[in-house]
């Protein structure tokens, strides 16, 4: 990938983030999910330094996902803004996979969740993604 292939470093990052929010659901994560999380900081790191140093433009981001733009803030670091969107990717996959029932105990729900996120693993292919 060239330096400046900004569309597939946001689409690549926000994919792997996005298998590795549903990874870390599961009671033992695979270790794909931490292959996933490590790929997907690089990439997201890349981006945003971009993105700082204004080399971002309609153009050459116009394929990334609209999902990072809502999972970005700006702060006082790199860090700061990786830690925000990795937050609303694990957000966002807890959210999708967490069920309420009506009259359920918390192990339950928590057991229902970690099949819905194994399916969700399963389903994104996301042991296919890893660089």
């Not at 996933?36 to 990439?43: D, N, P, T, V």
């Not at 803030?73 to 996959?93: N, Q, T």
């Not at 999708?96 to 399916?119: G, H, I, Y």
Request: charged content about 25%; hydrophobic content about 35%; proline content about 5%.
């Amino acid at each position: 990938m060239a330096e400046g292939d900004y569309n597939s470093m946001g689409r690549l990052g926000y994919v792997y983030w996005d298998c590795a929010s549903y990874g870390f659901l599961l009671k033992e994560a695979p270790p794909s999910a931490t292959k996933l999380f490590e790929a997907g900081y690089e990439k997201l790191s890349h981006f945003l330094d971009a993105k700082n140093d204004g080399h971002l433009t309609n153009e050459n981001t116009n394929r990334v996902p609209i999902g990072l733009s809502f999972y970005y803030v700006s702060g006082p670091s790199r860090d700061f803004s990786l830690g925000y969107m990795w937050s609303k990717f694990a957000e966002a996959a807890y959210e999708k996979t967490w069920v309420e029932l009506e009259k359920p105990d918390f192990d339950s729900q928590q057991e229902l969740q970690e099949a819905n996120a194994a399916s969700e693993f399963r389903d994104k292919n996301c042991e296919l993604l890893i660089p």
